[in-house]
């Protein structure tokens, strides 16, 4: 419900170095607006948390009871699932809208059926559970990642409809003093069709231009900050529906200290995170990006960076530590508008929650140790002062269908400079790029369409080491980066330029990389990469 007070995921942890838990992805048609998907557990929690410590083994099994989307008559579901059953889930059988797959992201696990293969595995309706069985690597940096589902064509409908879930490497006070013994707190920001559509915005809101569709059906960025957002958002399940945005809440006890993990699980929607006190933006210390802690590198122990907003393209997660407001204050999560380019979806200014301060606030059901172990630094090379063996560019272009027809689908390309701009093709079995394990590489992305693009890769994180043509010196590593957009005044493509570490012997095997808005990703801006073994 609008306004309630945001719920914690429920807590899954390990046992003994195993974490076993059963999974069923739900979806529900309800009369008004679009399907919703959701994972629950056997003690029916929704979306649980999957907390895990390096080394641990997790087993999780994934029973798929989707509805078929277009609502066809339950006789139908029985044939299909009669028809599926028995199938090998690892030879990509069927891959439809009610198939359905895991991806762990962030996590540097074998891309193999079983563990983070979303190539060949699809999981459908009747089949028996499928069994998920991997380790996390000993050297994972502790930190928030995430589960999600990676059908190609379909990815976006299961994931704006809900379908994610976080996963913690436990440990970061292991590596940050700054976190010793801190309340933690989880975050998944998902969006979601607007409730109402058809409303029109707010009588508080300046009176704006007629509003636009853009390539993608969705409220075209009208620059503003104002006006129809292309979707809701959601914060762990409780709605925030445009146009009144009723804030969630939460409620901290006077003035404590919390680490905030916050996931932006949304499909296409860009976040830029502020918290506001008595409307002044208040410091938030941000410790990791991405799953790694600030001070992955070894060289600043302990770091904090205190930043007055956090912008979190899709995919990306931040974890920072906030202190609450005192009594009276009035204190509201919000996100700022961000300009996604003259293509891109609107993205307003919308409030998230209020936060108050009450006395009688619930703690946060999970704390960090007060007394943690400190944890051995990697005993590899920092990835920025590793010599890359080659610089590949590859770019982000569109282009609409039929150049004769503006209103035509745009095509999607994320492709290899000096290769032909494709769409992705799921029975290609030509990589796009072949590297090799043990070695490192720069890889220059650049952005040659007018609205923004989030990189991400599969089984490996990378440095940022330029952005915009200017070197940085970033002391973490990432696995999603965005790309700012094009426009013809621009003297040069917008440019992130990225150390890519193939040293792991987990990142060996064939996977994919691609763009983290999903309905880019689902249009084909993704590419096959092969990294052979040593
Ligand atoms: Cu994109």
């Known amino acids: 419900m609008p306004g309630s007070d945001v719920p914690e995921p429920e807590d899954l942890r390990s046992d003994e170095g195993v974490l076993k838990v059963d999974l069923t992805i739900h979806s529900s048609v309800p009369s008004k607006g679009p399907a919703r998907y959701c994972y629950t557990d056997v003690r029916g929690g929704q979306s649980p948390n999957l907390r895990v410590h390096p080394g641990d083994l997790v087993i999780l ?19 299909h699932a009669h028809a599926q059953s028995g199938s090998d889930a690892c030879s990509g059988p069927r891959m439809t809208a009610m198939s359905t797959n895991l991806h762990f992201h962030g996590l540097t696990i074998p891309a193999v059926c079983h563990q983070d293969d979303v190539l060949r595995t699809s999981i459908n309706p009747g089949d028996p559970p499928f069994e998920y069985r991997f380790r996390i690597p000993e050297n994972q940096p502790p930190g928030l990642y995430w589960y999600h589902p990676h059908i190609h064509g379909f990815t976006k409908t299961q994931v704006l409809g809900g379908a994610s879930g976080a996963i913690i490497v436990e440990g970061i006070e292991r590596v940050n003093q700054a976190t010793v013994g801190l309340p933690e707190r989880v975050f998944i920001i998902r969006d979601q069709d607007l409730m109402n559509p058809h409303s029109p915005p707010s009588k508080s809101e300046p009176v704006l231009p007629k509003m636009l569709i853009d390539r993608d059906g969705d409220a075209a960025n009208n620059g503003t900050g104002f006006g129809k957002p292309a979707k809701d958002l959601s914060i762990n399940f409780v709605p925030v529906p445009y146009p009144d945005y009723p804030p969630a809440r939460i409620q901290m006890k006077p003035g404590e200290r919390q680490l905030w993990r916050v996931l932006n699980a949304s499909a296409i929607t860009y976040l830029n995170l ?15 990006l991405d799953g790694v802690p600030l001070n992955e590198n070894g060289a600043s122990r302990d770091r904090v960076s205190w930043q007055d907003h956090l912008g979190v393209p899709p995919g990306a997660r931040v974890e920072f530590i906030v202190e609450g407001p005192f009594a009276g204050v009035s204190g509201l999560l919000v996100t700022r508008t961000v300009d996604t380019g003259p293509g891109g979806e609107n993205d307003p200014n919308r409030a998230l929650a209020t936060i108050t301060a009450s006395k009688n606030a619930d703690e946060p059901r999970s704390r960090l140790s007060a ?26 272009s569109e282009k609409v269908s039929d150049p004769a027809d503006p209103n035509s689908p745009t095509e999607f390309y994320l492709t290899v400079d000096g290769q032909a701009p494709a769409v992705f093709d799921m029975h290609s079995t030509l ?66 330029r990225l150390r ?33 073994p040593q």
């Open 61 to 79: 099994n994934l029973k798929n009871e989707l509805m078929d989307p277009a609502d066809e008559p339950a006789a139908d579901h029985q044939v």
């Open 274 to 288: 502020a918290v506001l006190f008595n409307r002044k933006p208040q410091p938030l210390g941000l410790v990791a």
């Open 371 to 396: 007394s943690p172990h400190p944890m051995l630094p990697s005993s590899l090379p920092w990835l920025g002062r590793v010599r890359p063996v080659r610089v590949r560019k590859l770019y982000f």
């Open 431 to 496: 990589p796009n790029i072949i590297a090799k394990e043990g070695t490192v590489e720069d890889w220059i992305i650049e952005n040659r369409s007018n609205e923004l693009h989030a990189f991400h890769i599969h089984q490996l994180h990378f440095m940022l080491i330029g952005y915009m043509g200017t070197a940085v010196d970033e002391p973490f590593l990432r696995d999603t980066v965005n790309v700012p957009y094009y426009t013809d005044r621009a003297l040069q493509y917008p440019s992130a």
């Open 500 to 532: 890519m570490d193939f040293r792991d012997p987990n990142s060996v095997g064939t996977y994919l990389y691609h763009c983290h808005l999903l309905e880019h990703e689902d249009g084909g801006m993704m590419g096959l990469i092969r990294v052979d």
